[in-house]
T-cell receptor
Framework: NAGVTQTPKFQVLKTGQSMTLQCAQD?????MSWYRQDPGMGLRLIHY???????DQGEVPNGYNVSRSTTEDFPLRLLSAAPSQTSVYFC???????????????FGPGTRLTVT | KNQVEQSPQSLIILEGKNCTLQ??????????LRWYKQDTGRGPVSLTI?????NTKSNGRYTATLDADTKQSSLHITASQLSDSASYIC???????????FGTGTRLKVLA
């Protein structure tokens, strides 16, 4: 198993540009999520999905779109990049949301995004 | 409001020493609490998951405790090693939502 993979590892964008951060998992996990991590702050949830075709907003969804057409892939789209979106982005997956059965959540290696 | 607070914010210890990190939560309803280790430049990796009925759980030199009555958890690291230098994050998934609640983490530095 490759686990959770993310591409690219690093990206520099100019303000106003759009791009897609890729996330894939090969563990047949239903729950996938995107987080951003900024200095001095905990991971903040951007969007999540509880299965193919089902997505919902997290804590900080503005400026981001997601879709989940397959169980394996959960891309994050930045519509019009802004300097405030400079951050490290993590994708994570788990068999199910872990509030009942303690399912393990696995994180990808992260994408470091800089918007100038 | 669902919150997870961790202390201290940062900690420096000498190699071989023990340390304890704290996590207080106000998440409800509660089912389990997780500790993650995050090395610099990497994604978080799970250390342990503690369910409501567990009050102590070990993973090698890491021992987590949970007091569901006071809503507190601690992570004790024994005989620290240089490789323990990392951020340690406490996470609680509340019932009724699909949103994990993350603490801001404790940054641990182990010096030789």
């Amino acid at each position: 198993n490759a686990g959770v993979t993310q591409t690219p590892k690093f990206q520099v964008l100019k303000t106003g540009q759009s791009m897609t951060l890729q996330c894939a998992q090969d563990m047949n996990h239903e729950y996938m999520s995107w987080y951003r991590q900024d200095p001095g702050m905990g991971l903040r949830l951007i969007h999540y999905s509880v299965g193919a075709g089902i997505t919902d907003q997290g804590e900080v969804p503005n400026g981001y779109n997601v879709s989940r057409s397959t169980t394996e892939d959960f891309p994050l789209r930045l519509l019009s990049a802004a300097p405030s979106q400079t951050s490290v982005y993590f994708c994570a997956s788990s068999y199910s949301f872990g509030n009942r059965n303690g399912y393990e959540q696995y994180f990808g290696p992260g994408t470091r995004l800089t918007v100038t | 409001k669902n919150q997870v607070e961790q202390s201290p914010q940062s900690l420096i210890i000498l190699e071989g020493k023990n340390c304890t990190l704290q996590c207080n939560y106000t998440v409800s309803p509660f089912s389990n609490l997780r500790w993650y280790k995050q090395d610099t430049g990497r994604g978080p990796v799970s250390l342990t998951i503690m369910t409501f009925s567990e009050n102590t759980k070990s993973n090698g030199r890491y021992t987590a405790t949970l007091d569901a009555d006071t809503k507190q958890s601690s992570l004790h690291i024994t005989a620290s090693q240089l490789s323990d230098s990392a951020s340690y994050i406490c996470v609680v998934p509340p019932g009724g939502t699909y949103k994990y609640i993350f603490g801001t983490g404790t940054r641990l530095k182990v010096l030789a």
